[in-house]
């Protein structure tokens, strides 16, 4: 994925007054944390705002440029209306070169496990992974293979290779993805009628 580019300006009057007319002129209004605590009002385009995050998560990396300085931010917290679904406000917390940071990266399922060509059903209960690395290093998202999964067979964290340097937060026992049997329906109702005969007859 390419690098997302979000132009935004300084934003001098707060208030909820002060966003109202800030969005009736297309804009959006928000704020830039720093490491340090420190926070910046800010403002961005709206509708350029909208078109970039449509496929980003929270772990994405996003450059906020602003009055021609550039921030390496993660887009954090997005205030919609209700009503309409418009953005009415923005969090993003900066991102510092060379220092550590925790992140959760979704996972995406990919493939057609051979486990559910032969009647299982696939389950995939972990939609995200806590990682710590340095922002270089931080994978847009974990990509699990599940195509050579057979019936009763699972994937768990332990199993994932992620790239150097990202060190694993999450428990590596948690099951990231399994193939279950699925007992046909007609062979359950069999099955019990059978009981409900011997225990008739006995």
Avoid: W
């Amino acid at each position: 994925m390419s690098q997302v580019i979000l132009t935004a300006r300084n934003r001098a009057v707060t208030g909820s007054g002060a966003a109202r007319r800030i969005r009736r002129t297309g804009r959006i209004p928000g704020v830039l944390y720093g490491r340090s605590g420190q926070a910046r009002s800010i403002d961005l385009d709206a509708q350029e705002f909208v078109k970039s995050i449509k496929n980003i998560s929270e772990s994405t990396i996003v450059t906020v440029e602003i009055d021609g300085t550039a921030y390496n931010a993660f887009v954090k917290d997005t205030q919609r209306n209700i009503r309409d679904g418009n953005v009415l406000h923005v969090d993003l917390y900066e991102v510092e070169s060379g220092i550590m940071l925790r992140a959760k990266v979704s996972v995406h399922i990919q493939g057609s496990p051979v486990g559910v060509r032969e009647g299982g059903t696939l389950e995939s209960p972990l939609h995200e992974i806590e990682v710590e690395c340095l922002p270089k290093d931080l994978p847009q998202r974990i990509e699990v293979d599940v195509s050579e999964l057979k019936i009763n067979q699972s994937i768990h964290v332990r199993d994932l290779t992620l790239g150097e340097g990202v060190r694993i937060l999450s428990g590596l026992d948690q099951v990231v993805a399994l193939v279950k049997f699925v007992k046909a329906e007609g062979a359950a109702s069999s099955e019990e009628g059978a009981s409900s005969e011997i225990e008739t007859k006995a």
